[in-house]
């Protein structure tokens, strides 16, 4: 599987910026995703994740009702859209895949592969 992410760039506080993550290698449909942030000095966190049907999503306390995952599944593409932003929310966000999970999980350790990642720059 391989997965390319985009749509990062610098927006002010309190404006939007919508992600993607475009996969190839497998039925995307097949498999759930997941978008994590890391930012300078930080560890990597997850942010929110969504099953193989986009039924069931799951999300960080830290972007719960700011932030919305969907995917596409004709598309072969997942999205995260990023509202209110704030400041604490730059990062390099990395899209994944969990292969064989049934369920989103906020855990990094199911996820199979991981896209190089897109930076989101929010000044205030």
């Known amino acids: 599987v391989q997965l390319q992410a985009s749509g990062g760039g610098l927006v002010q506080a309190g404006g939007s910026l919508r992600l993607s993550c475009a996969a190839s290698g497998r039925t995307f449909s097949s498999y759930a995703m997941g978008w994590f942030r890391q930012a300078p000095g930080k560890e990597r966190e997850f942010v929110a994740a969504?099953?193989?049907?986009?039924?069931?999503?799951y999300y960080a306390d830290s972007v719960k009702g700011r932030f919305t995952i969907s995917r596409d599944n004709a598309k072969n593409t997942v999205y995260l859209q990023m509202n209110s932003l704030k400041p604490e929310d730059t990062a390099v966000y990395y899209c994944?895949?969990?292969?064989?999970?049934?369920?989103?999980?906020?855990?990094?350790?199911?996820?199979?592969?991981w896209g190089k990642g897109t930076l989101v720059t929010v000044s205030s």
């Open positions: 969504i099953n193989w049907s986009g039924s069931s999503t």
């Open positions: 994944a895949a969990d292969l064989y999970g049934v369920a989103p999980t906020s855990d990094e350790y199911d996820y199979d592969y």
